[in-house]
């Protein structure tokens, strides 16, 4: 097969490649669907090869699970609402974007802090709750993120288009592979690496957990005035799906909307509607300044609930080691405040 980089894909797509490259993934289609389950069966772009042009075009196949959730939130209408659903889904969207922000990003793809093999694996299973992915793919992606932030490599600058670094970037098939090369550290558990493979696992039981637990409590507490659909509409779908456009603002709004501290490479910025949505990611200019702080909101006002949660966690003995802003990027900043 012919093979293109990646960043020529983007905004190349001349017709005869594209062809060529359909006919070599034309087993793809089956594939595509496994790839719903075991995404070790992961096709072409897995398997080694350099991304290609085809690679970079959204795969509709495998993007329908994505689809089907958002259409799954119109459930709303059928299933009613309760204060107990409500509740259920505002508390796994906090347990799930604390999961992602202080586990995938602070500690896997940043290795901020220090954790047990145990507590690393449960905020795993957290995290691949969320249905982002298992920790390595993320990680991967995320670390390529910063190495080339709104360069053409990066898998999704909004330089790229709004919906390309939304939601776009991971439904290609260039975007579905783990980038083994970037997270050899974390590659090394086999516990990890399962979940990674079979990423789809911890949120189908989430969903059948939420849909039993409803039909229990429809039964043994009908004062709480919820069902199995119920639950299984607010708690999962609804909650998931809100989770994941908070999480990918990141992405698509913090390298476009906010204020620059530090004159970085890239375009990120410090936003505090998008930190408070995201429990302090959206001090994304002081973050890629300064990714190695377990701490976003480098400054006292700055609401990190993430930092606070670490905190929290540190004080019981479960994390240690949370690495600080330093004095020089403090002192770096309060010059450029100065000038
Ligand atoms: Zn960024
Ligand atoms: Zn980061």
């Known amino acids: 097969m012919h093979v293109q980089p990646y960043d020529q894909g983007l905004h190349l797509e001349p017709r005869d490649q594209a062809a060529h490259d ?23 772009a897995s398997r080694g090869h350099a991304a290609s042009v085809a690679d970079d075009r959204i795969d509709w196949v495998r993007a329908l699970p994505f689809l089907g959730m958002h259409l799954a939130c119109l459930g709303v209408l059928w299933v009613g609402v309760s204060w107990f659903a409500m509740g259920v889904a505002v508390a796994l969207y906090a347990v799930r974007m604390f999961a992602i922000t202080g586990f995938y990003h602070r500690y896997f793809s940043h290795r901020t802090f220090r954790t047990s093999r145990a507590l690393q694996f449960v905020f795993a299973l957290i995290g691949a709750a969320s249905v982002q992915r ?37 439904l290609t098939r260039a975007g579905f592979h783990t980038d083994w090369s970037r997270i050899p550290d974390l590659a090394r558990y086999p516990e990890l690496r399962w979940l990674d493979r079979f990423d789809t696992v911890v949120p189908v039981a989430l969903a059948v957990a ?90 006292w006002w700055e609401l990190d609930l993430t930092w606070y949660g670490l905190r929290a966690m ?17 002192a770096h900043a309060r010059e450029r405040a100065r000038r």
């Open 22 to 44: 359909d006919a070599a993934n034309r087993p793809g289609r089956a594939s595509a669907l496994r790839r719903w389950f075991d995404t070790s069966d992961a096709g072409d």
């Open 134 to 170: 298992g920790p390595l793919w993320w990680a991967a992606q995320h670390r390529n993120h910063h190495r080339h932030a709104d360069l053409p490599q990066d898998p999704h600058s909004p330089r790229h288009g709004f919906w390309r670094s939304h939601a776009g970037w991971f």
């Open 210 to 299: 939420l849909y039993l637990l409803g039909v229990a409590l429809e039964r043994w507490a009908p004062a709480l005035g919820t069902t199995g659909p119920q639950l299984l509409v607010w708690g999962f779908f609804v909650s998931t799906v809100v989770l994941f456009h908070a999480t990918v603002t990141i992405n698509s709004l913090a390298h476009r909307f906010g204020t620059r501290r530090f004159e970085t490479r890239d375009d990120s910025r410090n936003n505090g509607w998008l930190a408070l949505i995201t429990f302090g990611e959206g001090w994304h200019n002081n973050h890629h300044f300064f990714p190695g702080s377990a701490r976003q909101g480098f400054r």
């Open 314 to 330: 540190a004080a019981l003995g479960l994390v240690h080691d949370l690495k600080p802003v330093p004095a020089w990027v403090h």
